[in-house]
């Protein structure tokens, strides 16, 4: 069958609607935090710096590194049952939120949220790729990512609805003394139990079938799983290390020595809120020991499956392609959150009037512009092979005088408005960068690859966007507008690094092959084809 001209089955619409609720929920138990955080800040006591921390950095830091290790499972195993325990597991720990008493109990829960959704994408993106043909990819990626905006705005809707009733209903504290904040983690994270069982139902598609390549099933998928789980969790990271030679333990002890040096620098000199070592910023501990990891893990990568790594750490073009992409999510990730908190702080709004104009309407803006995004990516691939990237490039320079705007008027129309337009135009990258990545890599790498990507948005757009504006904020007598322009630095490295992608990425991508045959991957002729 000519997968250039077939018509896609209505079974795989239908999963992908399925697959775009869970995404939905996701952002959902993700972003509610942002309609909470003003109710957080004065219950428990805590500063922006930490509320950045807590909606940013313990959860992008965990979500990163158990995304390597389960987008290496979703390459292995049945997916649909990955999906479906993870979505489960986060929705349980989101629900554990609600019981926090304090700062240290929330940041559990909070990294529990990050392990459990970590499984959603990196399954995801593997099934839509197997599900739809590569001429309709970046479109079923834009519908599916289009649930990060549903799910975000609708948090705010849920958020305010519960928050407000339930503080009217129970002014002193309902059942087990339990506040309106603790009460919307619960509603919203027990739903996601029974979604988990309606995931089991959908069906594993062939992996690979759909670009004629094929790829049996793997009889031992865990024991991928557990390797890189040795690779990236530290400690063990040393003893993985050790066991591929003097030279790589050397390496991998470097790379340790100096992100402990970054840390205890920031520490010094741009000091946080420190709980778990006195003196150490949770923020740059966190994020120090996360980028250390995934620097080990690149480094056993290089060894264990060097045509993994030859198309995705080793490519220049994928690089730029999830860097680039990632100051987007820098941004776009610090606007969501702190729009709620600012716009209640600053401009007067209740939380009710925050649901309907600023939630609400920032679903409709993040809709519109993934599935916008993702069509015109489609349209301009046709025509040019940078096409794409051209789409991520557009998503993110329209996205900055929006947000300027928004985060230095007084007026609260004139946010709510500026905030719709940069949701949109922010929101229009995704679906382009996402089918970037994955057309840069072999059909079994896509899992990995979805990981990787992941590192990038997490990492670097939600590790550090976020916080940063917190911190500004607190270090700056709570000057939350101030925070958020801070933000807007990332975009002169964002428009170099997509610049480099359009030169380099029609390059990649016909070289696919190629260049994973160079690094030793066995490609029959007649599956190349």
Known sequence: MDTATAKVPAYSWYALSVLVLVYVLNFIDRQILSILANDIKADLGVEDDYLGFLYGTAFAVFYALFGIPLGKLADSWRRTR?????LALWSVMTALSGLARNA???TAARI????GEATASPSAYSLISDWFPARLRATALAIYSSGLYLGGGISLLIGALVVENWNAAYPDGGPFNIVGWQAAFMAVGIPGLLLALWVLTLREPVRGAIDGLPTPENPHPFRGFF??????????????AARRGVRDLA???AGAAFFIAAIIALST???????IIPGISDQWLFLGVGYYAVFSWALALRTRDRPTFALTWGSPAFLTVVL??????FISYAASYWGAPYAERVLGADKSDLGW???GPSAVAGFIGVIFGGRIADYLLERFASGRVVVILLGLVTAVPPIALAYTTPDITTFYVASFVAQMTASSALGAAAASSQSLVLPRMRGMATAIFFLSTTLVGLGIGPFMAGYVSAISGDDLGYGMMTTLVVVPIGVILLIAAIRLVPMANASVIERARAAGEDISPASAT
């Open 251 to 253: 390496f991998n002890a």
């Open 269 to 275: 000199v741009a000091p946080a809120t420190s709980a």
């Open 324 to 329: 680039g992409y990632g100051t987007v999510a």
């Open 82 to 86: 990955l999906l479906s325990i993870g």
């Open 112 to 115: 529990g949220v990050g392990v």
């Open 357 to 359: 104009f600023l939630g």
């Open 227 to 240: 390797n890189e789980l040795f690779q990236v969790i530290p400690p063990f990271t040393f003893i993985g």
């Open 104 to 106: 240290t109990q929330l």
